[in-house]
């Protein structure tokens, strides 16, 4: 995982008065060329990281290697962090215990903040449906990621689905990146609520402080908000047993839809599928029906039968 290497590099670079692309890359079992990408991507980052050209240069930190890393600004910090966090969803061991160490190592008013902006942010890549439609980061994204952050309140300006608008005082516990799509995920007088911040009309933090649950974790809040909507929007229920040649196909093709059980006597594995329709799922299905057997409901079972007489008419 890049994240790894990134949070390796820095203790590196924290250890050393200067190292190469050459010691990285022995170092972290990488190439030249990926270590030089890495330390490029800790100084895009914000980190104060520096070249030094020429015989006997190197890579350093801004401050020397001897400061504990009080180089970092806390802005700085927290861009390192966020960096890291943007992972968290699937963050290994390895991950955390390298991110322990390095909130010890820096400055004392840095390392709520740093700790706060790792666990702020957490990207999932499966999009909603088929949009393929990119968006730029909603207006209000930063505001509600510093407030998230800082752990202080906001007033919330929403408006929803449809059109109406609304204002509250909301406590941001983290923030989602679904696909294109940006997410709040925040404490409210009535229970963890959900907001679209492209929907954010206005935010304006408080001095209050944010309630936040000691067993919070945001990844897997998110995990269950995320199945929670897609349930409610694939609410069919498709069986079916897979030859298990074709896992890797049936999975490529509906992603989160897809549910996979035990092995059935015959060696062939038992799934449940997802949808909003039958005969839309039938569809999807019927390019599988060399290794996939819908065993129900009868409608789907029914509308494959006519899909594939509807093709034997047209091309056998």
Do not use: N
């Amino acid at each position: 995982m890049r994240t790894d290497r990134l949070v390796a590099v820095l203790l590196l670079l924290q250890r050393r008065e200067q190292v190469t692309a050459a010691e990285v890359a022995r170092e972290l079992e990488v190439s030249e060329r990926t270590a030089r990408r890495d330390l490029d991507a800790l100084a895009t980052a914000g980190v104060p990281v520096y070249s030094v050209q020429g015989r006997g240069g190197g890579w350093r930190l801004v401050g020397g290697a001897r400061t504990d890393l009080s180089g970092l600004t806390a802005g700085e910090a927290r861009a390192l962090f966020l960096l890291a966090g943007q992972a968290s969803a699937a963050t290994t061991p390895t991950v955390k215990a390298a991110l322990r160490k390095l909130v010890r190592a820096l400055p004392e008013p840095f390392r709520a903040q740093a700790e706060a902006a790792a666990s702020s942010l957490v990207t999932d890549p499966q999009r909603w449906g088929a949009s393929r439609i990119e968006h730029r980061p909603p207006p209000f994204l930063d505001a509600l990621q510093d407030a998230v952050i800082r752990g202080v309140q906001v007033q919330l300006g929403y408006v929803d689905r449809t059109g109406t608008g609304t204002e509250r005082t909301v406590h941001p516990l983290g923030i989602v990146a679904k696909g294109p799509s940006w997410y709040l995920v925040a404490a409210t007088g009535a229970g963890r609520r959900t907001f679209r911040i492209d929907r954010v009309s206005s935010v304006a933090p408080t001095d209050e402080p944010v309630h936040r649950p000691e067993d919070f974790d945001l990844a897997e809040s998110w995990r269950e908000i995320a199945d929670g909507i897609d349930r409610r929007r694939t609410p069919l229920e498709v069986h079916a047993v897979c030859a298990p040649e074709a896992m890797g196909r049936l999975r490529l093709a509906l992603g989160e839809r897809l549910d996979v059980g035990g092995a059935t006597p015959d060696g062939r594995v038992e799934v449940v599928i997802r949808g909003r329709d039958e005969y839309v799922l039938a569809g999807e299905l019927a390019w599988l029906a060399e290794w996939l057997e819908v065993t129900g409901p009868p409608g789907v079972r029914d509308h494959l039968a006519a899909i594939g007489a509807a093709l034997v008419r047209r091309y056998g």
